[in-house]
Nanobody
Framework: QVQLVESGGGLVQPGESLRLSCVASGFSISESDMSWVRQAPGKDLTWVSV????????TTQRFAEGRFTIIRDNADNTVYLQMNALKPEDTAVYYCAKGAYLGVVRGQGTQVTVSS
């Protein structure tokens, strides 16, 4: 059974950093594209960053470029999202996803709130 469990969210001030973690079970992330997706209050799901299965290639939305980094640790079957220089508009529930972009299976999410 595919399962994704996110953690690491919280309340931070603008400019601070957070590192989200996603522990996968039921499959090997080395054989899958993996993504981070977010949903801000009242808005649709939006993909944030993708780590493709092959070649270590990643892609990140323009709003997160230079601030967010997706990292895969195949040995620990864990995917991370390092988020720096957080802004209030980054406030959302963040989901880990199996598959590219919005993915096909997502975890339960972790809340990130950026506020002074």
């Amino acid at each position: 059974q595919v399962q994704l469990v996110e953690s690491g969210g919280g309340l931070v001030q603008p400019g601070e950093s957070l590192r989200l973690s996603c522990v996968a079970s039921g499959f090997s992330i080395s054989e899958s594209d993996m993504s981070w997706v977010r949903q801000a209050p009242g808005k649709d799901l939006t993909w944030v960053s993708v780590a493709f299965r092959d070649g270590g290639i990643t892609t990140t939305q323009r709003f997160a470029e230079g601030r967010f980094t997706i990292i895969r640790d195949n040995a620990d079957n864990t995917v991370y999202l390092q988020m720096n220089a957080l802004k209030p508009e980054d406030t959302a529930v963040y989901y880990c996803a199996k598959g590219a972009y919005l993915g096909v299976v997502r975890g339960q999410g972790t809340q990130v709130t950026v506020s002074s």
